[in-house]
């Protein structure tokens, strides 16, 4: 008996060089932009304008999300918000006298 077996197991999602969390921020910029667009054309806004601005507004949406999976690679993002999330200094108020102060250890009874 012949069984397929599945290679893709634990690898990220991938679709057209767009990996992980990029082909999310992709799809819901370009669903955003395409409300966006609908609700400006329901306003009444002309649709020239509606039209150059979806264009517009979508190639950009594309742009940047190949330019930041190039940049960042799969896991770019992830590490930006951690960075974003350490503290560039460690501060620290007690005084130094503190630190210096000997303290006896207590033996365990």
């Known amino acids: 008996m012949n069984y397929n077996i599945n290679k893709g197991i634990g690898r990220t999602v991938e679709f057209k060089g767009l990996k992980a969390q990029y082909l ?10 395409l409300i966006l ?3 400006m054309y329901m306003i009444g806004v002309n649709s020239f304008i509606c039209i150059v ?3 517009g ?4 949406i594309v742009w940047q999300t190949f330019s930041l999976n ?8 992830m590490k930006i ?3 974003k999330r350490h503290p560039k200094y460690i501060i620290c108020r007690k005084s130094i006298h503190r630190y210096l102060k000997c303290t006896p250890k207590q033996t365990a009874k």
């Open 24 to 33: 999310f921020l992709f799809a819901g910029g370009l669903l955003g932009m």
């Open 37 to 39: 667009v609908m609700i």
């Open 53 to 55: 601005f979806g264009t």
């Open 57 to 60: 507004g979508a190639s950009i």
């Open 70 to 77: 190039r940049k960042y690679g799969e896991h770019g993002l």
């Open 81 to 83: 918000a951690g960075k």
